[in-house]
């Protein structure tokens, strides 16, 4: 499902199938990627911009039970939803995977580390992006803001140096977004940025490597 905020005129998710897309841009170009890496151990750490749903924590928290790996996950979100909204969402029934995983993420207290799985610990963050002060401390960054139509300042340079000295050397960003504009902006701070194929109905999608 997709939340709809209409002061922005904007989905919390794609139209095109929230699951899907999360799954190829944030699972497989993302977290696939980074556990290849022969260079990555245990724990790997993550850093969610802009937690919303819950849906990318849900499909790491699964995909760190099946293969074994131990994930450290942050999420930050400035406007967490309200409890109603929580409670409509039903990625579980969709997914046909346990409801308690997303139900433990959703009750874990802001602002504390919460052991979710035996293989997931998660810190809810409600901070606005430009806030992070992080540095060395991400392999993998889910970039997950709103789009460049309705908060063009989560595009630009000075957010993407803020995510650039978050991450480890070697980490990874990725993003469903494709514009030139943030790709460049990647660039100018010193990402190496690859265009890769999008999920169904994108052409493409970013990931960038901090080098």
Do not use: C
């Amino acid at each position: 499902m997709s939340i709809y905020l209409p002061d922005w005129d904007e989905q919390y998710h794609s139209k095109h199938g929230a699951v899907v897309e999360a799954q190829h841009v944030y699972i497989g170009m993302g977290l696939h990627h980074v556990i290849a890496k022969s260079d990555i151990g245990d724990p790997l750490s993550v850093l969610e911009i802009g937690f919303g749903t819950g849906l990318n924590a849900y499909l790491t928290v699964l995909e760190a039970e099946n293969k074994k790996v131990v994930v450290n996950y942050t999420g930050v979100e400035a406007y967490p939803l309200s409890e109603e909204e929580i409670k409509a969402i039903n990625y579980a029934e969709m997914l046909k995977t346990p409801q308690h995983l997303f139900d433990a993420m959703h009750q874990a207290p802001w602002e504390e580390e919460v052991s979710i799985s035996e293989y997931f610990r998660l810190s809810k963050r409600q901070q606005l992006f430009d806030h992070i002060v992080d540095k060395d401390a991400f392999h993998l960054i889910y970039y997950d803001a709103f789009g460049a139509r309705v908060q063009p300042e989560l595009w630009g340079e000075a957010i993407f140096l803020i995510m650039y000295n978050a991450l480890k050397i070697g980490g990874v960003l990725v993003t469903y977004a494709a514009k030139g504009s943030a790709r460049r902006a990647m660039e100018t701070v010193g990402f190496t940025v690859e265009r890769l194929p999008g999920p169904p109905r994108k052409r493409e999608m970013l990931r960038a490597t901090k080098v």
